[in-house]
């Protein structure tokens, strides 16, 4: 009794794998699930040197851990995280910590943080990235919460992270719901470089006319240079799988699905008036995917004379290359952005250099990119914008006659890019010391009275415009 490090309540894949992570690295670890075939799945799958306790009964779980106990629940987010909740509290004491490790909307996480907070026990919301492998040998690990409380978990969890050059992906990110936030800015940046990605592939096959095997090459020996990243490195992989003779990737539904994070992304920022075109773009793609039988009659229907490209491959792929590398940037540089605003109104004190650390290994939109970033906010803590550090504004000036580039050869073979076309726009207009939003001041004055401001005196103006 009261001997086990570490407790996860959930054992399917990220619960069993991340329990797993901890009992190799030394802890002892309990496992809750009220599945009795999960619980004996685990203690089946656990080696005779680990030290795991599985059972399917709370108070035997909790009865089992060392105080101030620390719970972490890998559930499905919403009604199960409270009923999760609800199960352990009657056994629990004032000090305890309890950690939602799931893609948890961050409100839920800041009520159950003053719910819990109220009755004495230490809430944290932890999002988590890597998948199923990450969580057995290294994920990207982001809490927010309660500073000191997570003295009690840092050494479990910098044992179990990922690591780049010695330094584990995990660090205190912010007050409150900081956690679950970042990680929902994270996998709206995930969004955003899939999407990236699946138009490259577009404009590869459709537009330009490679083959598999040489769409395959080039994935890969992007991986190999600036693109360096774990979306490339399992394209490459996923577009060298065969069926018998046929590419599996040619036999997959263009039906794509979504469980929400890049959803709530770009609801989010719209509230915050963050722009993040990119992100926007890739859950709008989702959504479209979704209308398969009208697209199959708009193809029959909606025609374009295509204007063929006679640019010689090597060409091509080079500005495909550096046109992605642009793209990917300015989908980053939102991200951070949403992050920037963010902190400043919901309190969550977010230092930007530690997230770029946290986000270099183990996590899905891991890439070598990243310690360009790390560098520019080490620079410079009060950086607003990526974009506006010299070192990747240089990037961008260097590349942005490829993505243009590559946006008329999409146009004229009618090819959607949305993605590409959203990430040069922002560019582009954050770089316009002036915008035409200035007609739109005056339509709004003269339909609704809204007023406007002027740029030659001081004052609201309204103008009898008729």
Known sequence: MNNYN????????????????????????????????????????????????????????????????????????????????????????????IIDGGNTYF???????????????????????????????????MPGGDRQAYERLRPIFEAVAAKVNGEPCVEFLGNGSAGNYVKMVHNGIEYGIMQLIAETYDLMKRLYGFDNATIQQTFERWNGEELHSFLIEITAQILKKKEGDEYLVNLISDWAKSKGTGKWTSQNAMDLQVPVPVIDAAVNMRD????????IAASSMLHWDVQPVSTPQDVVINSLKYAFYFAMITTYAQGFAQLTVASETYGYELDLEVVTKVWRGGCIIRAALLEDFRNAYAANKALRNILLDRSIAQKLMDAQGHVRTVLKDAIGGGIPVSAYANALSYFDAYRSENLPTNIIQAQRDYFGAHTYERIDQEGIFHTLWD
Do not use: C, W
Not at 52 to 74: G, N
Not at 113 to 126: C, D, N, P, T, Y
């Open 288 to 295: 479209i995917s979704k209308y398969k039988p009208e697209r």
């Open 107 to 141: 409100p839920d996480t800041d009520r159950r943080f003053k719910e819990l907070s109220a009755q004495g026990i230490h809430f944290f919301g932890m999002g988590i990235s890597g998948g199923e492998s990450g969580a057995r040998r290294g994920p990207s690990l």
């Open 6 to 97: 570490f407790g996860i309540v959930g054992l399917g894949v990220m619960g069993r794998n991340l329990l797993l992570n901890m009992a190799d690295h030394g802890f002892a670890v309990a496992g809750l699930d009220l599945d009795a075939e999960k619980a004996q799945s685990l203690a089946a799958e656990a080696r005779e040197e680990h030290r795991i306790k599985v059972t399917t009964q709370a108070q035997e779980f909790i009865d089992s851990l060392q105080q101030p106990r620390a719970v972490m629940l890998l559930v499905p987010a919403g009604k199960p995280v409270d009923l999760a909740i609800a199960s352990l509290i009657p056994f629990l004491d004032k000090g305890d910590i």
